[in-house]
């Protein structure tokens, strides 16, 4: 089992930044990918990005394209995730994720997903 724990998140003004990191413990080698999804009140939880720990492979939502990025220091089993250009609408509790049983194609339903962060708040104001 992976432990995850997020850190990073807070309150920024549209157009601000901010870098999310997610430290895994406990069995994080038996993770092959890492992933990002975001939950705004009263919604589901949603995909943002998603990598392998060793990059080879990297996937966004498209309306994070160009403005977030996914990353990872495989020397700390950390990952990051680095936002920039904030908007309103990406105000969400946003969770790391890892898994280890399909292929990319499927990395954006939370099912492919065994282990979860306990989440962390951004709050972007207009």
């Known amino acids: 089992q992976v432990q995850l724990v997020e850190s990073g998140g807070g309150l920024v003004q549209a157009g601000g930044s901010l870098k999310l990191s997610c430290a895994a413990s406990?069995?994080?080698?038996?993770?092959?990918?890492m992933g990002w999804f975001r939950q705004a009140p009263g919604k589901e939880r949603l995909f943002v990005a998603a990598c392998t720990w060793t990059g080879g492979t990297t996937i966004y939502e498209d309306a994070v394209k160009g403005r977030f990025t996914i990353s990872r220091d495989n020397t700390k089993s950390t990952f990051y995730l680095s936002m920039n250009d904030l908007k309103p609408d990406d105000t969400a509790v946003y969770y790391c994720?890892?898994?280890?049983?399909?292929?990319?194609?499927?990395?954006?339903?939370?099912?492919?997903?065994?282990?979860w962060g306990q989440g962390t708040q951004v709050t972007v104001s207009s």
């Open positions: 406990g069995q994080a080698f038996s993770a092959w990918y």
């Open positions: 994720a890892a898994g280890s049983q399909y292929s990319y194609t499927s990395w954006a339903m939370t099912d492919a997903y065994a282990s």
